[in-house]
């Protein structure tokens, strides 16, 4: 009985130490990005939901964060025009709440997509390939007939 004592202890200084551990960072990612990109902006459940809470970069301006599963969250793109570097963004709680600062990197490149030409160039391809394809077949047919 002695030894159940000091375990008691401890396992209660660890959920006392566990409860006091701050909540997790606020979150901008990915990180790194490139122009174009969406970003998912988060408080890491550090702001009051009924307070709300505000994202705001000279990256991409002001942003209100909703509340979500995680906290508070909004989804952004960078701008096209993005400079590459490292922007900082600063995320607030209700006036009076916490204040807090990350940043978000963005290197060089764009968001890699199929454009209009792009796609009409793989459409006319397929029709070419599937057009060749019917017409060898009929080749080989007439030649065994």
Do not use: K, N, W
Request: net charge positive; with cysteine.
């Amino acid at each position: 009985m002695r030894f159940a004592h000091p375990a008691v202890v401890a396992l209660l200084g660890a959920a006392a130490l566990g409860a006091a551990a701050p909540a997790a960072p606020a979150r901008v990612e990915p990180d790194p990005v490139v122009a174009g990109q969406r970003v998912h902006l988060g408080d890491g459940g550090r702001c009051a939901a009924a307070g709300g809470a505000r994202a705001v970069s000279t990256l991409f301006g002001p942003v209100a964060l909703r509340p979500g599963p995680h906290g508070m969250a909004a989804e952004v793109r960078v701008p096209e025009g993005a400079a590459p570097g490292r922007h900082t963004v600063t995320i607030r709680c209700a006036p009076g709440g916490e204040t807090f600062t990350e940043t978000l990197t963005v290197r060089r490149g764009r968001v890699e997509g199929v454009d209009v030409p792009q796609a009409a160039g793989g459409l006319a391809l397929l029709v070419l390939a599937g057009g060749s394809a019917y017409l060898l077949r009929r080749r080989g047919a007439a030649a065994r007939s």
